[in-house]
């Protein structure tokens, strides 16, 4: 995956895209990269605090993964593709 990353830092993105009910047991972080060709894409990086996994937690990611682009979507009106979201899930 870094192959096709520029050597830009990435940015971290404020928001949050966890349900607020769920946020003692997940957190998020979500960050802008650029890749090699310029253009925009996301890491986004989901800490679940539980000490099992959760099976329910892939359509979890697949929910926030859609508010992240419909934010994006919004905030870039004039989109002619969709960035690319790398998720990224940990446990502890």
């Given at each position: 995956?870094?192959k096709?990353?520029?050597?830009?830092p990435?940015?971290?993105?404020?928001?949050?895209?966890?349900?607020?009910?769920?946020?003692?047991?997940?957190?998020?972080?979500?960050?802008?990269?650029?890749?090699?060709?310029g253009?925009?894409?996301?890491?986004?990086?989901?800490?679940?605090?539980?000490?099992?996994?959760?099976?329910?937690?892939?359509?979890?990611?697949?929910?926030?993964?859609?508010?992240?682009?419909?934010?994006?979507?919004?905030?870039n009106?004039?989109?002619?593709?969709?960035?690319?979201?790398?998720?990224?899930?940990?446990?502890?």
């Amino acid at each position: 995956m870094v192959k096709f990353l520029s050597p830009k830092p990435p940015k971290l993105v404020p928001d949050s895209f966890v349900d607020k009910a769920l946020r003692d047991h997940l957190s998020d972080r979500l960050f802008e990269v650029e890749t090699i060709n310029g253009k925009t894409a996301f890491l986004y990086v989901l800490i679940e605090h539980k000490s099992a996994p959760d099976g329910k937690v892939g359509w979890q990611l697949l929910r926030y993964m859609v508010e992240i682009l419909k934010q994006w979507v919004k905030e870039n009106p004039n989109w002619d593709h969709l960035p690319a979201i790398v998720p990224l899930l940990f446990y502890h």
